[in-house]
């Protein structure tokens, strides 16, 4: 059976932006860059970019395009024993599949009630109370929340829908949709963000510089870590991605392409959330810091309270807000579920059909603990521990055994074939020493801390 490829580059680049922007761009980054010296953490940001995400992502692409498999049979192909290390990163992706699938059906739920802004004027109440029924106890797994549980299954559908039909009618097909569509989302809700009277005061804290803070490591840790999460990487799937390239592919170039409108996705994105945080401080009369807030209460909790709040347009901006969301979260879940998928027709020379329900029938099963009352406990903490222990390692593995074992110069030779800039020497040293360590760094330092 020959192996599926994409219909042009564009769709390509589209479909490897389409799983690199995701939550990561929408509730992490602004935070991150709020936390970590505001508009001077754009120079590790920048640095994390150019010496460890953009290399990675090279690597990567080079490792799918050159071994024309999953990530397990890219692994192999390049050595016998490093089969593993594929796997590695499809069990990681695979758990984050479980979890990821209900935010997308929070998402949903969020998306239908924008219309109305049906979640009422206490959203943590809603939130909580309403839709995740939360309960005390984190072993309360009977109890599914009826409405997350309807989000899943609508989530789990529509990637059923666009697995099915493979890599060009459905991945290819979907992403020349969702990603120009994400762009003119994104527009509308800067526009509308920075047209609020106060939003100048949140912009002025998301971007004023603090350069102090340069010389905190904490703060470059911050970068790499957000660089790694925001590019995929280390998750099977940019490898699973490239193995679907035309032989003659601009691998260097391509990178750099998908890297930068990530970042600029994020640092744009920053100006909506930013924004619409500064008008909702200035109308209550506080200072940002108390109405700031990250990941799911700042998406599900403070946003919807801001939207109640705006002066004109609030159903329109509640709906473009949360279609962002949907959108941009669903095309990270197709890149996962395809990671998988792929790398269980390779491993047992299964066809798509039966690998993607089988994957579908897997996933749904376990995110099914999410959608009960004690979902909430266990994406946490799943989340924290697969953030570190999956892509963090894999990174680690992949640096290794690529750079240093199989050598980088030789998948140096066949990453520089068809690329217009070429990969010099500087990638040979990003990807056996600077990854590596700055890798182990963070993998040692959140270790001491999950044990504290
Ligand atoms: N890159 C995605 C984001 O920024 C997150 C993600 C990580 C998606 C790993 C898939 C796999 O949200
Ligand atoms: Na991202």
Request: hydrophobic share 55%; charged share 15%; proline share 2%.
């Amino acid at each position: 059976m020959a192996r599926e490829v994409w219909n042009n580059r564009v769709g390509f680049i589209l479909a490897a932006i389409g799983s690199s922007v995701g939550l990561g761009n929408i509730w992490r980054f602004s935070y991150v860059a709020y936390e970590n010296g505001g508009g001077a953490f754009l120079i590790p940001y920048f640095i994390a970019l150019l010496t460890a995400g953009i290399p990675l992502m090279i690597l990567e692409f080079g490792l799918g395009s050159k071994f024309l498999g999953s990530a397990p049979l890219s692994f192999k192909r390049a050595k016998k024993s490093f089969e593993w290390i594929g796997w590695w990163g499809v069990i990681a992706s695979f758990i984050i599949t479980t979890y990821y699938s209900v935010i997308v059906g929070w998402s949903l739920v969020y998306l239908l009630k924008a219309f109305t802004l049906g979640w009422g004027a206490d959203t943590g109440a809603f939130f909580n109370n309403e839709l995740l029924h939360v309960s005390d106890s984190p072993w309360n797994l009977g109890n599914f929340s009826y409405p997350v549980l309807i989000g899943l299954l609508a989530t789990w559908l529509i990637i059923w829908v666009v697995e099915k039909k493979g890599v060009q009618a459905g991945i290819e097909r979907s992403s020349k949709i969702f990603i120009p569509l994400l762009w003119v989302l994104l527009t509308v809700l800067v526009l509308r963000a920075i047209t609020l009277e106060g939003s100048i005061n949140g912009i002025e804290w998301y971007l004023k510089p603090d350069f102090s803070k340069l010389t905190d490591i904490k703060v470059w840790q911050a970068a790499y870590g957000q660089a790694f999460y925001s590019l995929s990487l280390g998750m099977a799937i940019m490898i699973t991605y490239s193995s679907y390239l035309p032989k003659k592919s601009d691998i260097v170039n391509n990178a750099f392409i998908v890297s930068l409108a990530d970042g600029a996705f994020s640092f744009t994105m920053g100006f909506a959330i930013f924004g619409t945080l500064g008008y909702m401080a200035y109308t209550k009369g506080v200072g940002i810091e108390e109405v700031v807030a990250q990941s799911i209460g700042l998406a599900f909790v403070v946003l919807p309270e801001a939207l109640n709040m705006l002066p004109g347009l609030k159903a329109l901006t509640a709906v473009a807000f949360f279609m962002c969301i949907v959108i941009a979260a669903l095309s990270s879940l197709i890149s996962l579920v395809e990671a998988f998928a792929s790398s269980i027709m390779d491993k047992f020379e299964m066809k798509r059909g039966r690998a993607v329900d089988l994957t579908i029938g897997f996933g749904l099963f376990f995110s099914l603990i999410y959608a009960t009352r004690a979902g909430i406990y266990w994406l946490d903490i799943i989340d924290h521990f697969i953030n570190t222990y999956g892509l963090i390692i894999v990174g680690i593995l992949e640096t290794v055994a690529i750079g240093w074992i199989y050598g980088a110069d030789k998948i140096r030779e066949w990453i520089n074939t068809y690329s217009d800039i070429m990969a010099g020497t500087w990638w040979n040293a990003c990807i056996k020493v600077v990854i590596p360590i700055i890798l182990l760094y963070i993998v040692y330092t959140d270790t001491l801390s999950n044990l504290a």
